[in-house]
């Protein structure tokens, strides 16, 4: 048990959008992520006598009673009660997000990286980013399987990075005045699915799909170079072909397809699904924060139900 004194304890990540790279990340291709710090999941922990409750997305109740929807911040909650030594005291978590769940935004990391971070904040327990990263990855286990890493790492990131086998990498992001707009299709997405499918479709068909997996990796080296030359045409570009190739792995939906049209043709200098797939969210890049609200407008009148615009931050990493 802890020495220190239990306290009410607070808890802050954010969404994130990969830029490039999802799925070709699993078979060891780097990815590149945007952390959106604007569109934050924050988490409380408030000591209670017991048993530990938990207040989420619409469920108000007892922690061991949420199910299987709540499976990943149920084991966030009890590694951090281990990792920080008070695995018996019972809390009352409450998350509040800015962003929906299952949209390829990073919504079970995020709560998972937050609700983790409120209880070491209650038990006065430090950890380092690698200690964080490892106990999210536990959480992750439970809702994506075998998770890359990538969520986890994104959801906590103050630049862009680069994520390959495990590995983060923080990089320069010099594009400037630009803008991501992020719309949601509607359509609840699954990371677990999608990863599921396609891993039996290149067992299936190797020859194939190797390939289109090589090409989505060979697109995420574009992107990181047009990061940080400051080349929005470029990055643009590879957002494009980008989508192309998830649609021809079978990770598109026609609602994805339609909106990525309808944010190109309002002047976005590129536009792709983001995330697992099969559903979630599409991203798209402006060249000023006016095109990014003709974007807005045309994917709410593709019918998107809800959008969000993030300003890239220009950031500059030394090595």
Request: with cysteine; charged share 15%.
């Amino acid at each position: 048990m802890t020495d220190s004194p239990i306290r009410k304890g607070q808890g802050r990540t954010w969404a994130k959008a990969i830029l490039l790279g999802e799925h070709s990340v699993v078979y060891g291709h780097p990815a590149v992520a945007i952390p959106l710090h604007d569109l934050q999941m924050q988490a409380t922990a408030t000591p209670v006598s017991g048993p530990s409750t938990l207040n989420s997305l619409g469920y108000h109740g007892p922690m061991d009673e949420s199910g299987s929807h709540f499976a990943c911040v149920v084991r966030a909650f009890d590694a951090a009660r281990e990792f920080a030594g008070c695995p018996g005291q019972c809390f009352e978590i409450t998350t509040h997000s800015d962003f929906p769940h299952e949209r390829g935004l990073g919504s079970s990391a995020a709560a998972a990286g937050a609700v983790i971070r409120a209880v070491l904040d209650a038990c006065q327990r430090a950890a380092s980013a690698d200690e964080l990263f490892a106990l999210t990855q536990l959480a992750e286990q439970v809702a994506h399987g075998r998770p890359s890493g990538l969520d986890a790492a994104a959801t906590s990131s103050p630049s862009p990075i680069r994520f390959q086998r495990g590995e983060m990498r923080f990089l320069s992001q010099r594009i400037g005045r630009a803008h991501l707009v992020i719309a949601d299709s509607g359509v609840h997405g699954s990371t677990r699915e999608a990863v599921g499918g396609l891993r039996q479709r290149y067992e299936a068909d190797t020859a194939a799909i190797g390939p289109l997996i090589d090409t989505l990796g060979a697109l995420t080296q574009t992107a990181i170079t047009a990061l940080g030359d400051g080349d929005a045409p470029a990055l643009g570009t590879a957002m494009n072909q980008g989508h192309a190739v998830l649609r021809e792995l079978g990770l598109s939906l026609p609602v994805l397809d339609r909106l990525t049209d309808a944010a190109r043709q309002a002047g976005a200098l590129g536009a792709k699904l983001t995330g697992g797939g099969l559903g979630g969210c599409m991203i798209a890049l402006a060249d000023s924060a006016g095109t990014a609200d003709r974007i807005r407008a045309a994917l709410l009148a593709a019918g998107s139900p809800a959008t969000w615009t993030y300003q890239m931050r220009i950031s500059e990493v030394t090595e």
